[in-house]
C-alpha cells in the first residue's frame, strides 16, 4: 500500500547534537512538507518542497534544515541550533505542488533531548 | 489574510450522543475544506473533504461535515459518538496556494 513512512517513531537527542528524521513515501506525490506539533499549538510548518532539489522555509524554520535529493525522500535534520526541539514531528505529502488537494500524513516521530 | 478558527479547544460528550465539532475559515472564494482526526501519538487521517457539489459529504467512521457559504463554515458531525472517537481533531483549508489547518479539538468521550 502507498503511504508515507517515518522513522524513527522516538528519538532521543542529547544537548549540542544534529539529529535526522526521515520521511520516505511512494506515493508519486509532488510536495513534501515537515511539520512541527506541540501540545495546544496546533501544527506549524517547518519546511516544504515542491519539487526535487528545492525547498521553502515555512513559520519555524530557524534550528531546523532539509534536504530533496529524490522525489520520495524529504529527510529533516534537527540541529543543535534549535533550542527547543522536543516535539512530534509530522511529515505529509500532496498530490500537487500547491497541497489545495489535501495532504497525506507520515504517523510522526517524537522527538526529546535527554 | 486567511485562517482557519476552531472555537472549541475541548469537547466532552456522553457516548451515544451526538457531536459537531465548529470549524470557521476566512477566505474570499470558495476553498478546498477538509476534516483531519488524529489519535494520541499518531499522524492526522483524513476524515473527509469538500471540493465543490453537494454541501453535504460523508466521510469514513460516520462522520459528515456541511459547508454553509453564508456562514463560512464546515462543521463535523456525528449522530451517534463511540469511545473510540476520542482523539484531536483538526479541520484545514486549501485557498489559492497554500494550506492552513485549525488548531484543533480534543474530544473526550465519557461512558
Known amino acids: 500500500d502507498g503511504g508515507i513512512t517515518q522513522s524513527p517513531k522516538y528519538l532521543f537527542r542529547k544537548e549540542g547534537q544534529n539529529v535526522t528524521l526521515s520521511c520516505e513515501q511512494n506515493?508519486?506525490?509532488?510536495?513534501m512538507y515537515w511539520y512541527r506539533q506541540d501540545p495546544g499549538q496546533g501544527l506549524r510548518l517547518i519546511y516544504y518542497?515542491?519539487?526535487?532539489?528545492?525547498?521553502q522555509k515555512g513559520d519555524i524554520a530557524e534550528g531546523y534544515s532539509v534536504s530533496r535529493e529524490k522525489k520520495e525522500s524529504f529527510p529533516l535534520t534537527v540541529t543543535s541550533a534549535q533550542k527547543n526541539p522536543t516535539a512530534f514531528y509530522l511529515c505529509?505529502?500532496?498530490?500537487?505542488?500547491?497541497?489545495?488537494?489535501?495532504?497525506?500524513f507520515g504517523s510522526g516521530t517524537r522527538l526529546t533531548v535527554v | 489574510a486567511q485562517s482557519v478558527t476552531q472555537p472549541d479547544i475541548h469537547i466532552t460528550v456522553s457516548e451515544g450522543a451526538s457531536l459537531e465539532l465548529r470549524c470557521n475559515y476566512s477566505?474570499?472564494?470558495?476553498?478546498?475544506l477538509f476534516w483531519y482526526v488524529q489519535s494520541p501519538g499518531q499522524g492526522l487521517q483524513l476524515l473527509l473533504k469538500y471540493f465543490s457539489g453537494d454541501t453535504l459529504v460523508q466521510g469514513i467512521k460516520g462522520f459528515e461535515a456541511e459547508f454553509k457559504r453564508s456562514q463560512s463554515s464546515f462543521n463535523l458531525r456525528k449522530p451517534s459518538v463511540h469511545w473510540s472517537d476520542a482523539a484531536e481533531y483538526f479541520c484545514?483549508?486549501?485557498?489559492?496556494?497554500?494550506?492552513?489547518f485549525g488548531t484543533g479539538t480534543s474530544l473526550t468521550v465519557i461512558p
Open positions: 505529509a505529502s500532496s498530490i500537487d505542488r500547491l497541497g489545495t488537494y489535501g495532504y497525506t
Open positions: 506515493l508519486n506525490h509532488d510536495a
Open positions: 484545514a483549508v486549501g485557498a489559492g496556494n497554500q494550506f492552513y
Open positions: 518542497s515542491q519539487i526535487v532539489n528545492d525547498f
Open positions: 477566505y474570499g472564494a470558495t476553498p478546498y
